[in-house]
């Protein structure tokens, strides 16, 4: 076997890896809110990865690599976007929709980035990327109202909308880490994760002021320990690291194709839950993937021919 070939396999356990916890992440989650409100668990959840980041680093890259080199509100504000920002919202969100919706909204990321890159650039994506774009964008509008367009001003509106918001909040922070070029995505991790706790804090204090947030018992943190150690330690720690792990290996374009398919494993749980999604959920759900995928593969087979 050819080191290629090793790469291309362990990227692709790697990624493997990153569904299965991801595709786990929201029913979870959702569980553990019941207990533990989303400022707590954001916080348990990032407090801790950050730290686990931060001895990554400097086990890795050294002690000296723990440093802003003078960028330290700009990273503090991606830190922000990425962790309170993405974090509070997406919880606050899944407390009102279920979580399969979420996995849909989320999935649109690589959407908001082409449209981002559009924004910026003023270069316009070709006609496949806009035909999935609009193809993705009908599917999630399928998956959100089951063809029943009065939801959107409705029911579950304010949490598919907090979810998109958190959507948003995530894409700002992927795309911020093209501000630090030099840097190690675990670099960027880990000092935009320890940064973002302290917005973290600080939006945790207010909302525990306004009477919005007030901390678990430890009757409450037993009730629902398995739920906090899986969001805390595998999809925060080890969801990230494999991730990044599979990026390295396999590329961004590729690794972006496996998750695209986190969805499928969220809708099979809430299935295995006993929820049966009608048809035209489902069929907005095939939509949007079937556009993602396409368009991944698009994007990847366009790299290769530049590249070639």
């Not at 399928?142 to 894409?171: I, K, M, P, Q, Y």
């Not at 007030?214 to 720690?237: D, I, K, N």
């Amino acid at each position: 076997m050819t080191p290629a070939q090793r790469d291309h396999r362990r990227g692709t356990l790697y990624m493997l890896l990153v569904i299965a916890i991801w595709g786990g992440f929201l029913p979870v989650a959702k569980a553990a809110l019941v207990a533990v409100d989303p400022y707590w668990l954001t916080a348990m959840r990032f407090v801790t990865a950050a730290l686990v980041f931060l001895v990554l680093l400097w086990r890795r890259e050294g002690a000296h690599k723990i440093s802003t080199e003078g960028k330290l509100w700009k990273i503090a504000l991606f830190g922000s976007c990425g962790f309170a920002g993405f974090g509070i919202s997406l919880f606050e969100g899944l407390r009102l929709t279920r979580p399969e919706i979420s996995a849909m909204i989320l999935a649109l990321g690589p959407i908001q980035v082409a449209l981002w890159q559009w924004w910026s650039t003023h270069r316009r994506p070709d006609n496949f990327t806009l035909a999935a774009i609009a193809l993705a964008l009908v599917g999630e509008l399928l998956v959100v109202t089951s063809g029943e367009f009065a939801r959107l001003v409705g029911g579950d509106a304010l949490g598919n909308g907090l979810v998109f918001l958190a959507s948003l909040f995530w894409t700002a922070y992927t795309l911020g880490g093209q501000q630090f070029p030099g840097w190690s995505p675990v670099r960027y991790t880990a000092l935009s994760c320890s940064l973002g706790t302290v917005a973290i804090a600080a939006f945790l204090i207010v909302a525990t002021l306004l009477g919005h947030s007030q901390p678990p018992s430890a009757a409450q943190l037993v009730a629902v320990w398995p739920e906090l150690a899986y969001t805390v330690f595998c999809v925060s720690v080890f969801g990230i690291l494999f991730w990044n792990m599979g990026v390295a290996k396999l590329g961004p374009l590729s690794a972006g194709l496996f998750a695209n398919f986190t969805p499928v494993i969220t809708y099979l749980i809430a299935i295995a839950q006993g929820r049966r999604p009608d048809a035209v959920e489902l069929a907005g759900a095939v939509i949007v993937l079937v556009a993602l995928i396409a368009n991944n593969r698009h994007q990847s087979a366009k790299a290769r021919s530049i590249h070639a």
